[in-house]
């Protein structure tokens, strides 16, 4: 059983960063693949980044990447979003994941967020302009 506590989220100014966190419980942390979502109000949960779990394999929806920067502690269980050069159209409800299946690209899985494992209650983060 794995646990997922975000953290991090707020107000930011457009141009702006933010570092969100998601600590995790649980001995089985360092095996998991971790990913970061967001959802919007209206609108669908979208993928934003993912890490495997010894961090070989990174990826980024088109609309974060330079901007956005994921990594992982595996001695601390805690998975990091490094958001800079914000903008209003980021303000979102921002969620990590974790899943036992190797990550090597976006799969249906990881990309839609359908059936991983495991989720956190998510972190609000408003960016003004």
């Known amino acids: 059983q794995v646990q997922l506590v975000e953290s991090g989220g707020g107000l930011a100014q457009a141009g702006g960063s933010l570092r969100l966190s998601c600590a995790a419980s649980?001995?089985?942390?360092?095996?998991?693949?971790m990913g970061w979502f967001r959802q919007a109000p209206g609108k669908e949960r979208e993928a934003v980044a993912a890490?495997?779990?010894?961090?070989?394999?990174?990826l980024y929806a088109d609309s974060v990447k330079g901007r956005f920067t994921i990594s992982r502690d595996n001695a601390k269980r805690t998975a990091y979003l490094q958001m800079n050069s914000l903008k209003p159209e980021d303000t979102a409800v921002y969620y990590c994941?974790?899943?036992?299946?190797?990550?090597?690209?976006?799969?249906?899985?990881?990309?839609?967020?359908?059936?991983?494992?495991?989720w956190g209650q998510g972190t609000q983060v408003t960016v003004s302009s």
């Open positions: 994941a974790a899943d036992s299946t190797a990550l090597s690209a976006w799969s249906s899985k990881w990309y839609r967020g359908v059936g991983l494992d495991y």
């Open positions: 649980g001995r089985t942390f360092n095996s998991y693949a």
């Open positions: 890490i495997s779990w010894n961090g070989g394999t990174i």
